[in-house]
């Protein structure tokens, strides 16, 4: 009777496990990790003059043209904050909700296509990091569409061989897609305005759907009120074949 009955609950643990739905996250808290410039100062060339990009918050202030670019942990742009709350909120949730209440799902989507091919899906973006972009007056005087600045963020995460989306948030309701280039650990973007700069990375397969393909060979719905009634039937169905096989193994053994 003792072993019949561990059989019948491991009959339910095995059925149980074997439907249990993966979560893909893309994990915004990364972007709290490195963002920096290169050698933490740098000089570039806009137009006919020079603009100093550093991650030194006491050079904002001075009568020379400076960019400056700060971890979120330490936004100086409050859009950055609003953001990064954004990004945090949509946690284990797709995306695309993220990128569509700021207006850039079809750039950001256009975008993966050129670099990544017709087949590759937002929902396999994740956050490699965040950082807020700002400039002075004086650098402002000398930047424009006409005459943007190319800024080289240094990135731990980042590889020569890897694929890349810089997006621009411009307000709370509206982001653009930047051009940008890469080698190990940095990618450098193109701007002519500035405000927080987000950076995702392409990782093919690492979506819900994908993950549940290798785990069950079948894409399940992952929204909520039908994860609810699915895996509670799934469940169900358990529990009762698993009685089954020990009710009749009882009755064949003669103790029913």
């Known amino acids: 009777m003792k072993n019949k009955l561990i059989s019948f609950l491991a009959a339910i643990t095995v059925a149980a496990a074997s439907f249990t739905p993966v979560m893909a996250e893309w994990h915004p808290s990364q972007a709290q990790t490195g963002v920096t410039v290169p050698a933490e100062s740098q000089t570039i ?5 020079q603009i100093t990009v550093t991650t030194d918050a006491s050079k904002y202030g001075t ?15 409050a859009l950055t904050t609003t953001v990064y709350n954004d990004a945090l909120k949509a946690g284990s949730q797709s995306i695309d909700a993220f990128l569509t209440k700021y207006g850039v799902q079809a750039a950001v989507n256009a975008k993966l296509k050129e670099i990544a091919g017709e087949t590759a899906k937002s929902e396999d973006l994740v956050m490699v990091g965040m950082a807020d972009v700002t400039a002075n007056d004086r650098a402002k005087a000398i930047i424009n569409a006409e005459n943007p600045a190319n800024i080289t963020l240094a ?20 982001a653009e897609v930047l051009p940008a280039s890469w080698t190990d650990g940095a990618i450098t973007v193109t701007m002519s305005s500035f405000s927080p700069v987000m950076i995702l990375s392409y990782n093919e397969g690492s979506s819900a759907a994908d993950a549940a393909k290798k785990n ?32 009749s193994t009882r009755k064949k053994s003669g103790q029913d």
């Not at 060339?45 to 003059?49: K, L, M, S």
């Open 45 to 49: 060339t806009v137009g006919d003059q």
């Open 63 to 77: 009568d020379a043209p400076v960019i400056l670019v700060s971890p979120v942990s330490a936004p100086k742009d």
């Open 216 to 247: 069950t060979g079948k894409t399940a719905n992952t929204s909520d009120n039908s994860n609810v009634l699915l895996y509670g039937g799934i469940m169900a169905v358990a529990v009762v074949a698993a009685g089954v096989v020990f009710f």
């Open 155 to 174: 990135m731990s995460g980042i590889k020569a061989s890897g694929k890349y989306i810089a997006v621009h948030f411009t307000s709370e309701t509206t």
